[in-house]
């Protein structure tokens, strides 16, 4: 499959980790007493809402409203603290290897996830990715950010918007791009990509790619 893809993307949460890395970085960070009580309320509810489904792009734009005040600084901590915490026991072997194949080979690797900036830049480093497409934080003239969002949020139909506008700024034709997902939100960004790969699928992605033959990598189980 390498050989026959010009770029590939990758989505973080559950398809290179684990875990959550937002839910991750927040628990740690508050045991640690790094952050107020009202922070954690900031991801827990809308991840709640994910697993249960009824998350949409038209209701992202109020979820970090428990983060206004914080500074840029103490949240770029947070996420390095948290990535140096966790990245060896929840990056999937795998997956990392399949990065290095591809970065071998020329390919340019570009994460795409709905996570905040400062919760995977760490990731991105350590991959060595060219590229980050990730939901980006308002900041004010004091570097603290207010919790709302610059530009689209890169959830379901945002983050496909986010990944075709970098496709077409870089020259990308999407039938020779990959695409790697866990969740049936990425399905608009698997369905425009000519190498769509469900990695350990939630129940209706594993459906739907069953069902069109889409490559299937599975990892819970190791």
């Not at 249960?52 to 983060?67: E, H, P």
């Not at 005040?69 to 990056?91: A, Q, V, W």
């Not at 970098?166 to 698997?190: R, T, V, W």
Request: with cysteine.
């Amino acid at each position: 499959m390498i050989k026959d893809v010009k770029a590939a993307f990758f989505d973080i949460d559950h398809t290179l980790t684990r875990h959550s890395t937002a839910i991750r970085c927040i628990a740690y960070n508050l045991w640690k007493r790094r952050v107020p009580v009202k922070f954690c309320f900031s991801i827990i509810r809308p991840y709640f809402k994910y697993k249960k489904g009824t998350m949409s792009l038209n209701n992202c734009d109020t979820m970090m409203a428990g983060m206004d005040g914080l500074p840029r600084t103490l949240l770029d901590s947070m996420g390095k603290i948290s990535f140096k915490r966790y990245h060896e026991k929840d990056l999937y072997g795998e997956m990392v290897n399949l990065i290095g194949e591809y970065r071998k080979a020329g390919i340019p690797v570009i994460l795409a996830t709905s996570s905040p900036r400062f919760v995977v830049e760490s990731y991105y480093e350590y991959l060595k990715a060219d590229h980050l497409i990730a939901t980006e934080l308002r900041f004010n003239e004091k570097d603290e950010t207010d919790g709302t969002f610059v530009g689209m949020v890169a959830f379901d139909s945002g983050k496909r918007e986010r990944v075709d506008a970098y496709m077409k700024e870089m020259g990308y034709d999407p039938q020779n791009c990959a695409f790697y997902s866990d969740s049936i939100h990425d399905l608009p960004s698997l369905s425009m990509v000519g190498s769509p790969v469900a990695v350990n699928p939630d129940r209706e992605l594993e459906k739907h790619a069953r069902e069109n033959h889409w490559d299937i990598l599975d990892f819970r189980s190791k």
